[in-house]
């Protein structure tokens, strides 16, 4: 592929080298970026290149040359970039709206982008997303990334009222492609504060036809004025199989991709101590005002001296003068704007009165920052990513430790780089033997440390954080743990796959019954369904799959209607985690959201997982948080979560967690939020983890659980033959089309009805307690799915089967049959069937073959 040279001329002159380094990929994937008919905009491969990456969601990358992230640019051009499209915003919007609008940028890479806009118009204050959450700092809301390698993103303003007022909203990223992003995020804050006008920034729309017509039709039903403004537009061709080519040609060459190789011995590493203004944030995280920004503006010549004359020592590399002829400032991941202005004070003080950046003097000074995001890196010129050095994360990530990458670094020549953190940033990991200073030493000259202080609000409910361990473990996602697809579901749990936990069902009944052992401390052997009950299985899922979407569809477009507009789905693993995956699947296809959704254990008489709670609450708003399950019983869980809840906001205090869990199925009367309130067969109890990501039951030992441990579960990935869990949920998904007219007039009906929970399940349970002489309610199981568990995991007494029940029940005579339990049909049952556990259980009142015998 052979494409011209051409310039893009900054609003100082500078210009950028246009070179395409997309070749590598297109010649390869056959992927192609296909022009805007803009007129005046700078052409795609102006600024952008193509890169691969180990995403699941999206192979290619487009790598900007403007952005200062992966590729190293003169800070004037980044800067320009940004602040040339803030001043387009203003004159769209006029001096008096633009000095009511709010500028948000999207972390990680649009941190420093939107900072630029925000300084650009000129009037407006700014704030950026953010993955690190802040104790004491009340999240204004948050959103999820839908392609992006990390996705939650946190809201976290000094000013509570900051985006509370109707002004226009600014919305910058650095590419705007589905679109799905910014959706999200308006539709969050709208429904918090609806405004009449957003405006969406980005440097490149890279927009389909259809997503367009989707936010014309999205402007039209919040009834908003949605504005776009880009400095290029244009889409990427993609043809058919490149996600799958993309990932096999990462696989074959992230083999060959070596470290750089080092252009001498290591560089010492310095410390530069900048005289930052007290008090002036060290970026958006939670607000930059106009004021923030002239007193910026004052310190810049200053702190800019400081750094010219750390580099400027006698005996450093480069010429002339002893300084270093290339100097990096190196950002780091959403510190992007601070050392920007850092790296454009020192450009301008080389440069001279008027002479083109580092022309003058024979020195240059370059720009870019550290991400999270994994690309391979390729030493081709056509190709964006030439190299790549590697390290740990050196901030204490609220999501876990993690790799950390530094792009085009190593092999380009500088003779010094600048490394700016903030203060949380300033750790041991940043200074150990594989951390970034460390790996950026062998290919520069010298390395200069510059830390800026980590800004702080003043917040009046700051509580110290509560876990022990200060930083919390990441969650858990496939398919490195679970076969759910990775955006499906993040299991909030800990892996413990190799450690022995299974106990034979007879041995755990009479260690549970005896009162010697919690249920939650071991697991039962996962049961193998013979051929016979396989087939029934697939019977049921023919028979059923639509009846489960309809209730799949009017559950979710109830919580939508009435809980919050971008919920945060937690399911009760591992029974309501199909249930999770289907609202999520549902609320994607019928309204383009990206519902974050997790899992998370919840134990009888010992509570839900309270490190998994506080990781909910640190990276959401607490308003948004929805629990599911997949079905009630006696409604015992649903108490156990309302009585755990209430514990979890005595202790810590904030805003509360609304305790109503919503269920695929509430046959028995006990929760206000339902797809139906029948007792029918959910396909997804006649199974265990085959049916549930390969995943176990969740296991609660001290031995094996920590106080700053999320609950455990097993992978079982031997199980990969039989697993049915995927086919399960596409089955289901695949019935959407056809029961939506149903939905939307059943959910009509039912946010009109009066639904409070009768409880009527638990008055029977109760019932059947005392009649069958068994005197504890916890062994007495109602509703088809609790009575399959029973048939599966626990030693069974007999079935009570509503007279006259049909198909529904095949599957639960057949295990019933395998085990040798009775089932009586009987009158006057609200469930469609009960399962009743063994009340006096040993091992002696058992065959030898397992089966059940009647209790003496």
């Known amino acids: ?23 590598w990929v297109a010649d390869r994937l ?25 995403n699941p969601k999206r192979a290619h990358l487009l790598v900007s040359q403007v952005l200062g992230k992966h590729v190293p640019q003169s800070p004037e051009v980044v800067y320009a970039a940004g602040y040339g499209l803030g001043e387009r915003v203003r004159e769209l919007l006029g001096d008096e709206a633009a000095a009511a609008a709010v500028v948000l940028g999207y972390a990680e890479t649009a941190t420093g982008l939107g900072h630029c806009v925000a300084d650009g118009l000129g009037l407006a204050p700014y704030l950026h997303s953010t993955r690190r959450p802040v104790p004491g700092v009340k999240p204004a809301g948050g959103f999820e990334e839908a392609h992006s390698h990390a996705t939650s993103h946190l809201l976290l303003p000094e000013d509570p009222e900051l985006l509370a007022a109707s002004g ?17 995020t308006i539709r969050d804050l709208h429904a918090r504060h609806p405004r009449s006008h957003y405006v969406v920034v980005a440097l490149v729309d890279m927009r389909s036809p259809a997503d367009r017509d989707r936010l014309t039709a999205f402007a039209a039903e919040i009834g908003a004025r949605v504005d776009l403004v880009a400095l290029a537009s244009g889409t990427v061709g993609l043809p058919e199989g490149v996600l799958a080519k993309g990932q096999a040609l990462v696989e074959e060459y992230d083999r060959q991709c070596a470290a750089p190789a080092a252009g001498g011995p290591p560089a010492p590493v310095g410390r530069v101590v900048l005289d930052w203004p007290a008090g002036l944030p060290d970026g958006g995280r939670h607000g930059f005002t106009p004021a923030d920004r002239a007193r910026l503006e004052a310190a810049l010549p200053a702190l800019a001296g400081q750094l010219a004359d750390a580099l400027g020592e006698p005996g450093g590399p480069g010429a002339p003068g002893g300084r270093p002829a290339r100097v990096l400032v190196l950002g780091n991941e959403e510190l992007m704007y601070a050392p920007l202005r850092l790296a454009r004070a020192l450009e301008e003080s080389w440069a001279g009165s008027g002479a083109e950046p580092g022309a003058a003097a024979g020195r240059e000074v370059r720009f870019s920052t550290t991400t999270r995001s994994p690309v391979l890196a390729v030493d081709d010129p056509g190709y964006a990513i030439r190299t790549r050095l590697v390290f740990p994360a050196h901030d204490a990530p609220a999501d876990g430790p993690g790799d950390r990458y530094a792009y085009n670094v190593a092999g380009a020549g500088f003779d010094a780089v600048v490394a700016v953190v903030d203060a949380q940033g300033d750790t041991g990991a940043l200074h150990a033997p594989d951390g970034l200073l460390a790996q950026l030493a062998p290919h520069t000259g010298r390395v200069l440390l510059a830390v800026v202080p980590s800004y702080v609000p003043e917040a009046s409910d700051r509580q110290e954080p509560i876990m022990t361990d200060p930083i919390m473990p990441e969650p858990l996602r496939g398919p490195a743990f679970s076969s759910y697809a990775a955006e499906d579901v993040g299991w909030l749990l800990q892996d413990l796959s190799d450690v022995e936990l299974e106990a034979p069902t007879e041995e755990r009944e009479e260690a549970i019954q005896a009162g010697g052992a919690h249920y939650a401390e071991s697991l039962p052997v996962e049961y193998q369904p013979s051929p016979e009950y396989q087939e029934l299985y697939q019977s049921a899922l023919t028979a059923s799959a639509a009846r489960i979407a309809r209730a799949v569809g009017t559950v979710t477009e109830t919580v939508l209607a009435e809980r919050s507009p971008s919920p945060v789905l937690v399911s009760l693993a591992r029974a309501g985690t199909p249930v999770g995956v289907l609202m999520r699947r549902w609320a994607q296809a019928r309204h383009g959201l990206d519902l974050p959704h997790y899992a998370v254990s919840i134990v009888r008489g010992r509570g839900i997982d309270a490190n998994a709670l506080r990781w909910l609450v640190a990276h959401h708003d607490p308003a948004d948080i929805v629990f599911v399950d997949g079905w009630t019983g006696k409604g015992a869980i649903t108490r156990e979560l309302r009585d755990a809840l209430a514990a979890h906001q005595r202790e810590v205090g904030g805003p509360e967690i ?16 339902y797809g139906t309130r029948e007792d029918f067969l959910i396909p997804s109890a006649c199974l265990n983890s085959t049916v549930s990501g390969l995943i176990s039951r969740t296991v609660l030992r001290s031995d094996l659980v920590g106080p700053a441990d999320f609950h455990g579960a097993k992978f079982y990935r031997e199980l990969a033959g039989a697993d049915v869990s995927v086919a399960f949920v596409d089955a289901v998904a695949a ?18 009805a009066d639904r409070t929970p009768t409880w009527e399940g638990w008055a029977a349970v109760e019932r059947i307690s005392e009649e069958y002489g068994i005197h504890d309610v916890n062994l007495v199981k109602p509703g088809v799915g609790e009575t399959t568990r029973v048939l599966l995991r626990r030693v069974p007494w007999k079935i009570l089967a509503q007279r006259g029940a049909g198909a529904d029940l095949d599957h639960v005579r057949l295990l019933a049959e395998q085990r040798g339990v009775p089932v009586e049909e009987v009158d006057g049952l609200p469930y469609t069937c009960v399962g009743l556990i063994h009340p006096r259980f040993t ?11 009647a209790s003496k």
């Open 30 to 54: 056959g992927v192609s970026l296909e022009e805007g008919a803009a007129p005046g905009s700078p052409r795609l491969v102006q600024l952008l290149g193509l890169a691969l990456r180990r």
């Open 658 to 673: 609304n305790p109503e869990i919503v269920v695929l199925a509430d046959p028995g009367s006990c929760v206000p939020t």
């Open 735 to 752: 019935c959407f089309d056809e029961v939506a007219e149903a939905v939307d007039a059943e959910v009509k009906e039912l946010l009109a």
């Open 168 to 184: 226009p909203l600014v919305l910058v990223d650095d590419e705007f492609s589905t679109g799905n992003t910014v959706l999200n």
């Open 843 to 853: 091992r002696g009142a058992t065959g030898a073959d397992g089966k059940a015998v």
């Open 1 to 23: 592929m052979s494409l011209p040279q051409t310039l893009y001329t900054t609003r100082k002159g500078k210009t950028i080298d246009a070179v395409w380094s997309g070749t």
